[in-house]
DNA sequence: TGTACATCAGTGAACGCGCGTTCACTGATGTAC
DNA sequence: TGTACATCAGTGAACGCGCGTTCACTGATGTAC
């Protein structure tokens, strides 16, 4: 007889996905600081030896939570640009709204995404993942006139300002009260193609 | 009889300066985990407890090393500054090719800059060197028309652009010889006042 | 000029800590017959 | 249905590592007299 609850085949049931959302609550609660392979496992209620049975180490481990933090962010920009009216550049404000939210609710995982040296950046996983992100941002600034810079003007100057955004106010450098995204935005010289 | 060199007082003579170009050096080198107390002494040539003498632990050295990375980054902005043409546009240009060149030439000391759980941030000498660097873009914005987001909108825009700019490019997520950022500047609405 | 003394920068040994990794093992699970 | 076996996820002890900090000390320097 299978049992009443769905696939809990082995001792643990699915220890990989339990680490990875262990390191994410990590993050999140204690910053980088707190992220490492031995309180994953804890807090995953197994011992500190369990991962390696999972994970190419450390590094394997952190690449895997920062994909699973490209997933979450991806998803947060998607619900924004997905509750917003249909135009580009509502889609666009939207879009940029998501990726901001994301930052400011996950801050430390915001900072670890752009930390490549601690990450197997070549793991297929990984790539998904960050080129997902990505594509959202590139489908949102597609409408726009590409300009001098090429058909990815558009994305780099959004990326980079949103981006660059973000990071001053999570280094608390910028006061995001007193000078509210929404105010920076329309500064930009954007026209629909 | 003073010596003829100037002013070496003690055993080493300017410890506290010696650790600090070598944490800058190893910072330069190695990455942010290259960066520690016990290295920076190796460095230095003394035994590991020496700092202790001129710094407040760990966390005051790296105040005092990031402290330092401010003062080479306003310098740096001032140089390309004082060399351009005297109009507010080609200053303005001239100070955002000065943080971006700073950021290449110093990777992970500018990453290094914007953690600020790594610091002291309320150490004077480390509240009036980052002020500095950002009186040197705050002057080269002023000239320009502050907009929706009151007197600070311009800067805020200015300075996300150009930080998440530099970002994107250290983490390898845009290719800067493909999309320069005398491309994407244009974009701005920029009026003079 | 010389002596005694106080200062304090730097030493070197020791400490405890948490880390990632290794490894022989155990014991639950699934499968073959 | 029952038995034997292979698999392999997770254990727990041990390892070596580099880290920051502490502390009694030493010895060069500057100062007082």
Same mark, same amino acid.
């Given at each position: 007889?299978?049992?009443?609850?769905?696939?809990?085949?082995?001792?643990?049931?699915?220890?990989?996905?339990?680490?990875?959302?262990?390191?994410?609550?990590?993050?999140?609660?204690?910053?980088?600081?707190?992220?490492?392979?031995?309180?994953? %496992? #804890?807090?995953?209620? =197994?011992?500190?030896? +369990?991962? @390696?049975?999972?994970?190419? /180490?450390?590094? *394997?481990?952190?690449?895997?939570?920062?994909?699973?933090?490209?997933?979450?962010?991806?998803q947060t920009m998607l619900e924004h640009r997905d509750a917003a009216d249909d135009n580009p550049h509502a889609r666009l404000v939207a879009v940029c709204n998501g990726?901001?939210?994301?930052?400011?609710?996950?801050?430390?995982?915001?900072?670890?995404?752009?930390?490549?040296?601690?990450?197997?950046?070549?793991?297929?996983?990984?790539?998904?993942?960050? %080129? #997902?992100?990505?594509? =959202?941002?590139?489908? +949102?600034? @597609?409408?726009?006139?590409? /300009?001098?810079? *090429?058909?990815?003007?558009?994305?780099?100057?959004?990326?980079?300002?949103?981006?660059?955004?973000?990071?001053?106010?999570?280094?608390?450098?910028?006061?995001?009260?007193?000078?509210?995204?929404?105010?920076?935005?329309?500064?930009?010289?954007?026209?629909?193609?």
């Open positions: 007889m299978t049992p009443s609850q769905p696939a809990k085949p082995r001792h643990h049931g699915d220890l990989k996905t339990a680490l990875v959302e262990a390191g994410v609550a990590l993050l999140s609660e204690g910053g980088h600081g707190a992220l490492t392979l031995r309180k994953c %496992a #804890a807090r995953a209620g =197994v011992s500190h030896a +369990a991962p @390696a049975h999972h994970f190419n /180490g450390r590094k *394997g481990l952190m690449t895997a939570i920062v994909a699973q933090g490209f997933k979450l962010f991806t990726y901001l939210a994301f930052a400011q609710d996950n801050q430390a995982m915001a900072a670890l995404m752009f930390r490549t040296e601690e990450v197997f950046s070549c793991d297929p996983e990984f790539q998904t993942a960050s %080129a #997902a992100a990505y594509q =959202v941002l590139a489908e +949102a600034c @597609a409408p726009f006139n590409a /300009g001098p810079a *090429g058909a990815r003007g558009v994305e780099v100057l959004i990326w980079s300002l949103v981006e660059g955004y973000a990071s001053l106010a999570r280094a608390g450098t910028i006061d995001t009260s007193q000078t509210p995204f929404a105010d920076i935005l329309p500064r930009l010289n954007l026209q629909l193609r």
